[in-house]
């Protein structure tokens, strides 16, 4: 039985003293995740890490938003899996959208960070999902795998077993036009296949999101679909109140 996982991925917002805060108040809600046996976390900025991961319940999940798959180097900008461990951080995501299309994040790239972050024994949580130009044309499975397949690439089974993946169509991210609850699973179910044909039955262990204007009055439809384990929300993760709202929803 997969667990359920919420994620808020927060994105460029929050001052430090923001994202304290919501650690602060965050912490009776992972209580009550806990007790319905959901995992509960959020992806603050890298200044925010520290505090926030120092704040929120230990049970709470605390990711980076992005990762260098250099342990060191001359990269200017970019911080390491190393500089995450230092501060207890062992989750990050990978691929996001707004990163494959702003900051030239490949397939190729995705795979050398998620290969990184699995033999850190971290987690990934590796991002996937069509353009509104690819969903138009029909080729949302095609591109999906593709991610699936070049970003998971020279893996084995054990290596991701605890990799966590997010579908999120980019024509849904921020645009309140979420994909039904019919596009959700069916994309969802075929990344489990695209896992299965890889890996074997470690598929089925494998916890696949969907995110994309995830709010909490859909939240639960989402999470009623068999191969919905969780989301990874941007916008609705940013007030606690709406937080909470979406725990709230899936219990
Ligand atoms: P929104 O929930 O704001 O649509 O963002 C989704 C997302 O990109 C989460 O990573």
Known sequence: MRKKLLLGNWKMNKLVAEAEDFGVAAFPLVEKALVHNIDLGVAPTYLSLPIVKQKVHPKMIVAAQNVHFQPSGPYTGEISIPMLKEFGITWALVGHSERRSYDNETNEKCNAKIKALVLEKMVPVYCVGETLAEFEQGLTKAVVSAQVREGLKDLVAEEVKNLVVAYEPVWSIGTGKNASTEIAE?????????????????????RILYGGSVKPENIKAYLSCPNVDGALVGGASLKIDSYEGLLNNII
């Not at 069916?186 to 494998?206: M, P, Q, T």
């Open 186 to 206: 069916d994309v969802c179910r075929f990344i489990r296949e695209v896992l299965k044909n890889l890996f074997g039955e470690v598929a089925e262990d494998i």
